[in-house]
């Protein structure tokens, strides 16, 4: 029985929403696409408009997944400060888990928790603004410093 599905986000775009009630400790997608170099992964998208979106996973080894190409369903999930899912790395494989109970109908969320280099050296960090709304939430999809 399918768990999620992609719909409209009031976040940003796509997202990825609960069909049926998720428990904690649920395994609810792997995420896929090409796996390849940060250097192939850069090349591919240099030229290209990806209207905002963060299709690039990187992997533990140095690769990265690139979920543009290839990719599934978990490529749309979109970031939130105060999350409801994690991405678990196992043998070069990503995962999301389930981390706290998400009821029918709600979006999943991960921590992109973004690490940019020179990133104070980009002409905007408003494309790595966080839309999430929480009362918690740090303004920015980039990973705490």
């Not at 390849?36 to 850069?42: I, K, L, N």
């Not at 543009?68 to 888990?97: D, K």
């Amino acid at each position: 029985m399918k768990r999620v599905s992609v719909r409209r986000s009031s976040i940003h775009g796509k997202g990825v929403f609960a069909l049926q009630t998720l428990a904690a400790g649920e395994r609810v997608l792997e995420y896929l696409g090409l796996v390849t170099s940060w250097r192939e992964a850069a090349r591919h998208y240099a030229y290209r408009e990806v209207e905002g979106h963060t299709f690039l996973f990187g992997l533990s080894d140095g690769r990265v997944i690139d979920g543009g190409r290839g990719g599934n369903s978990a490529r749309w999930l979109n970031h939130a400060c105060r999350a409801n899912c994690e991405a678990v790395e196992e043998n070069g494989r990503i995962f999301i888990e389930v981390t706290r109970r998400i009821p029918a109908g709600k979006e999943l969320f991960i921590d992109y928790a973004l690490e940019v280099p020179n990133v104070r050296h980009r002409k905007s960090l408003d494309d790595y603004r966080c839309r999430c709304g929480a009362r918690a939430c740090r303004g920015s999809m980039l990973a705490r410093v």
